[in-house]
């Protein structure tokens, strides 16, 4: 059994390829392991989360994700403790392995009750799992509902009930915010909607068990990257070995939006830093950053340098941006730029010509940002945030870096995109989208592959958030702008 942590690199698996394993696993054992496997796996982890536990209560479903539940009722029970499980489902109607599974928690003493206790110390969700195919509803929903208003810590098996594996969309089965500790104990593959949109928060802290089924043929959905390598800096290095980032953006009033990306970019080692600002009434230099050299937005020679467009840009960024997308060496898309290449059509198409020249260009929208390029509704991009983030990659020939809780990187279709896991809601103040920005433009000048770039200054921003100190001043952009060296 594994703690899946941010520096936890591996691949993750949809449904149907989890189907595929699983069955492959199942003819080759005798009958019934699998899920005694999982049972006993289920029991360890509870009793390693509440190991003083009186009452647990184990909700289990209709399938064999409820047959998980009693045989880790019935594994509790044999060591001891004092499960009661409810079910929500027809004894005569359970698939084999979960019928043999609910005789031999009754054979063990485990006590059957029509309604969860009052109150528990550890609550375990045995409800739906992958074979979940509509939103709970009725007494699963009741259950569901008591469960998470409990202050016990909540236990999903294989996945919280109710969320898509795939997706991480439960919008159908509102999880509530966290009022107690979660865990998911998720079994034979890792599933890409536990980290991304909702999965993030209904899952809590995941853990893997391969069942004794390491090794399969299947093609991952998407991987976890792991933490980026540190890369230290040669002695004969100068500021030229960096590259020059020009951060263009800052129309009047939003001059904050490009300095953030300026300072992110410098905090996360670019040799020298430009900022083209829309407003040519701006200071020309800002004195709490002189490193950062001011210029006029329209006047920037880019052919050399990596370029950071839409911060704070407004409606003056279309102006600049046939220039920036025709001659900038690379270039990262934010905001406004997107919003602007969304409704224009001659920019898409310039944006799509870069690719075939091996110009690099990375995109950072949020879901609206995302919506507006693939001409839908933010609702629909967070109900699959991979197939959209890869719509956006191939459509538009970039790496696309979908914002949000559970981050996704793309690119193209030969590659599975990758899902971040640092990060977390302290991000979500006004200017860390344009830290970003400007942290991965710092990455590309410095020469990294754009879909390195992209994954590693992703991660760092997040791991910053992560890692923020308690006690320290609350988490703003400049702050977090400033710690981009991290
Ligand atoms: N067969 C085995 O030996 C193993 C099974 N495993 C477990 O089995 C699970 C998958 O089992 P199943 O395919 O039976 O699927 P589930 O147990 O997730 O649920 C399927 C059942 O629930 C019903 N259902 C779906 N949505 C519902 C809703 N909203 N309200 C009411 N009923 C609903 C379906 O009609 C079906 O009867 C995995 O998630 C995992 O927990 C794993 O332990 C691996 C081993
Ligand atoms: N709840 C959250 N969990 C994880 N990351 C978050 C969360 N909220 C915001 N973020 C991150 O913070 C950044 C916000 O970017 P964006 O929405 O563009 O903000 P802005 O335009 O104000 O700079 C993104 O990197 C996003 O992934
Ligand atoms: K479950």
């Not at 942590?5 to 054992?29: N, V």
């Not at 003493?109 to 045995?126: K, N, R, W």
């Not at 500021?239 to 980032?245: A, C, I, Q, R």
């Not at 929208?365 to 699959?384: F, G, K, S, W, Y």
Request: hydrophobic share 45%.
């Amino acid at each position: 059994m594994q703690r899946i942590t941010p520096a936890t690199a591996c691949g993750l698996f949809d449904i149907a390829a989890t189907r595929r394993i699983e069955q492959a696993a199942a003819a080759a054992l005798p009958p019934h392991t699998l899920m005694q496997r999982a049972g006993l796996a289920v029991a360890r982890l509870a009793m390693a989360l509440a190991p003083h536990a009186r009452t647990i209560w184990i909700a289990c479903g209709p399938g064999n994700n409820g047959g998980d539940g009693f045989e880790a009722a019935a594994q509790l029970r044999h060591r001891g403790f004092l499960p009661i499980v409810t079910f929500a489902g027809h004894e005569n109607r359970l698939p084999p392995d979960a019928s043999a599974s609910l005789q031999r928690a009754r054979d063990a003493g485990v006590i059957f009750a029509p309604e969860p206790p009052a109150s528990c110390e550890l609550a375990i969700d045995a409800l739906l799992g992958i074979g979940s195919s509509r939103p709970p509803e009725k007494l699963m929903a009741d259950w569901l509902r008591r469960m998470h208003a409990m202050a016990a810590p909540v236990l999903s098996v294989d996945v919280p009930s109710g969320l898509n594996a795939d997706t991480g969309d439960s919008s159908a089965t509102p999880h509530p915010g966290a009022l107690s500790p979660r865990f998911c104990l998720t079994f034979l593959t890792l599933k890409p909607g536990l980290f991304t949109a909702q999965g993030r928060d209904a899952a809590g802290t995941v853990w893997f068990d391969d069942l004794g089924c390491s090794g399969t043929g299947e093609a991952p959905a998407a991987r976890l990257a792991g933490a980026p390598a540190d890369a230290p800096r040669s002695h004969a290095s100068h500021k030229g070995s960096y590259g020059d980032v020009a951060v263009i953006g800052g129309a009047s009033g939003m001059a904050g939006a490009a300095l953030l990306a300026g300072s992110a970019a410098l905090h996360a080692g670019a040799g020298r830093v430009f900022v083209g600002l829309l407003d040519a009434s701006a200071a020309p230099v800002d004195l709490a950053q002189p490193e950062l050299m001011m210029r006029d937005a329209r006047s920037l020679d880019l052919s050399g340098m990596t370029a950071v467009c839409g911060c704070g840009g407004g409606a003056d960024i279309r102006a600049v941006l046939p220039r920036v997308l025709a001659t900038a060496a690379a270039l990262v898309l934010d905001a406004d730029a997107l919003n602007a290449i969304a409704v224009d059509g001659a920019l898409q198409t310039q944006l799509a010509s870069r690719a075939r020249r091996g110009r690099p260009t990375v995109i950072t929208p949020h879901p609206l940002e995302a919506a507006r390029l693939l001409n839908c509704t933010a609702t629909d991009i967070q109900a699959n945030r991979l197939v959209a983030a890869r719509q956006l990659a191939s459509r538009y020939g970039v790496v696309a870096v979908l914002k949000g809780s559970g981050t996704v990187i793309a690119e193209g279709d030969s590659t599975p995109p990758v899902l971040n896991l640092t990060g977390n809601a302290r991000l979500a103040t006004a200017g860390t989208g344009d830290v970003l920005a400007g942290m991965i433009g710092a990455a590309l000048a410095a020469q990294r592959p754009p879909f390195e770039a992209a994954r590693e200054a992703v991660w760092r921003h997040g791991h910053i958030a992560d890692t923020w100190p308690a006690g320290a001043p609350p988490l703003t952009a400049g702050a977090l702008a400033r710690q981009a060296h991290c």
